[in-house]
């Protein structure tokens, strides 16, 4: 089955520690980009890739990592989480931006 | 950067009824994109319609696209209960080399039986 995956779907932890949410694709999609959803704000775009090892900003980079060292995972990295960042986050896959995007389930993340 | 507005913010229609959603955007575009979100979970990929076409449909969906008023309409067609969702567009603006994919803030539809 085509399907983006998450990992951890919910997440609480604390200001200023490590965290990671993994992201992986089975489609072989090229183009793989991170989204938060705020209430009142809609989806915002953290980081995209196009490929592997070609990663950019998006509109709200500030506080994230991302690395793309293999085609089908995608990992978003809060190397200091604030509440700030306190959100849902959405990873998704295509072929490229102009193609559709599969989305992942969704990660809910709680800074305290 | 906000491209996509969705109008109106909130919908509430009775089952069998017809939907409407609007979309208005910015800059010049490559493609239009529309999707649906059931609450808390992730966006399913609904139509997407290029640049050059004016309408589409896809079941009860049916998009039309109006690139001189900068803007786009989704219509759902003898509504569902399970039709109850948020529904996004989102664009591709032609002028960033196809990198960003940019959404509005949703239309947020309840469809009562």
């Known amino acids: 089955e085509a399907q983006v995956t998450q990992n951890p779907r919910y997440l609480i932890t604390v200001t200023g520690k490590k965290l990671t949410v993994t992201c992986s694709q089975n489609m072989n999609h090229e183009y793989m980009s991170w989204y938060r959803q705020d209430p009142g704000l809609g989806l915002r775009q953290i980081y995209y890739?196009?490929?592997?090892?070609?990663?950019d900003k998006g509109d709200v980079p500030e506080g994230y990592k991302v690395s793309r060292k293999e085609k089908r995972n995608f990992p978003l990295i809060l190397e200091s989480p604030s509440p700030n960042q306190t959100s849902l986050y959405f990873c998704?896959?295509?072929?490229?931006?102009?193609?559709?995007?599969?989305f992942g389930p969704g990660t809910r993340l709680t800074v305290t | 950067s906000q491209q996509g507005e969705e109008d109106p913010q909130a919908l509430s229609i009775q089952e069998g009824e017809n939907a409407t959603m609007n979309c208005s955007y910015k800059t010049s575009i490559n493609n239009l994109q529309w999707y649906r979100q059931n609450s808390g979970r992730g966006l399913v990929h609904l139509i997407l319609i290029r640049s050059n076409e004016r309408e589409k449909h896809s079941g009860r969906l049916r998009v039309t696209l109006d690139t001189s008023k900068k803007s786009s309409s989704l219509l759902i067609t003898a509504s569902r209960a399970a039709d109850t969702a948020s529904y996004f567009c989102a664009t591709v603006p032609s002028n960033q080399a196809g990198t960003a994919l940019i959404f509005g803030k949703g239309t947020t539809l309840s469809v009562s039986s």
């Open positions: 998704a896959s295509s072929l490229s931006v102009t193609y559709e995007q599969y």
């Open positions: 890739s196009m490929n592997v090892e070609v990663t």
